[in-house]
């Protein structure tokens, strides 16, 4: 089995495992950065770009000049999207619970007498409508 990066720390690790991700899912690339920088850019790669295959979750990091660094915090920005991923779902699922909580539950009484009264309303104004004739 695949080990972390040594550059992963033990709280990083600890992270990953409570996401449940493995070593060998995690596509890990060092490429060329973007932007201004001039001849040191265009001849190092010291950008981390790591996607995480079963999830599609991709990251790149060129924040410094380091490769160690930048992967370093490549790893640490994956950690993150992931656990908001999953965040993100567990927020949807109780929103979900709770809208369905929301319209089964009963109607208070002075719900109930709103909702009559703006009923009877309605009727009124209603029946006060006339057929129309044809005669003009």
């Given at each position: ?19 449940g991700v493995r070593p060998e899912e995690v596509e890990e690339r060092f490429v060329r950065g973007a932007g201004a ?100």
């Open positions: 089995m695949a080990d972390f990066p040594d550059i992963v720390e033990a709280s990083l690790q600890a992270r990953f495992v409570s996401l920088g001039g001849q040191k850019i265009n001849k190092t790669s010291s950008t981390v770009w790591l996607r995480h295959r079963p999830t599609g979750v991709e990251v790149r990091c060129q924040r410094e000049r380091n490769q160690s660094v930048n992967r370093l915090l490549a790893w640490q920005e994956l950690a993150g999207k992931l656990e908001g991923r999953r965040t993100a779902a567990a927020d949807q699922a109780r929103a979900e619970r709770e809208l369905a909580r929301r319209q089964t539950r009963q109607k208070s009484r002075g719900q109930k007498a709103r909702m009559i009264e703006t009923k009877k309303h309605r009727a009124k104004h209603k029946s006060s409508r006339g057929r129309v004739s044809g005669d003009w």
